[in-house]
């Protein structure tokens, strides 16, 4: 069985950091594409950021491109997503996706994880 658990979220101040982490089990996590989604109050889900070892490349949204890095840790069968330079508007839950090959991800879904950035 797929399964993926976030964890990171929390409250920043604008300008902050933060880092979120996915790990996942049930799959073999090299051949899949994990990517990062976000969906805020009142908007539609918005992919983040994605990486896919198949790929060979990471994507960015244009929104966080120079803020945001995806990052894998094969071994520990987790990705990151380092956020730096956070705005208010990054304010959303953030989910973790998994599906095999290449990005955008979504076959498979984490439980989602809180990420509020203050003014």
């Known amino acids: 069985e797929v399964q993926l658990v976030e964890s990171g979220g929390g409250l920043v101040q604008a300008g902050g950091s933060m880092r979120l982490s996915c790990q996942g089990s049930?799959?073999?996590?090299?051949?899949?594409?994990i990517g990062w989604f976000r969906r805020a109050p009142g908007k539609d889900r918005e992919g983040v950021a994605c990486i896919s070892r198949a790929e060979g490349a990471a994507h960015y949204a244009p929104s966080v491109k120079g803020r945001f890095t995806i990052s894998s840790d094969n071994a520990k069968n987790t990705v990151y997503l380092q956020m730096n330079g956070l705005k208010p508007e990054d304010t959303a839950v953030y989910y973790c996706s998994a599906a095999p090959g290449w990005c955008p991800a979504g076959d498979y879904w984490g439980q989602g994880t809180q990420v509020t950035v203050s003014s």
């Open positions: 049930g799959f073999t996590f090299d051949k899949y594409a």
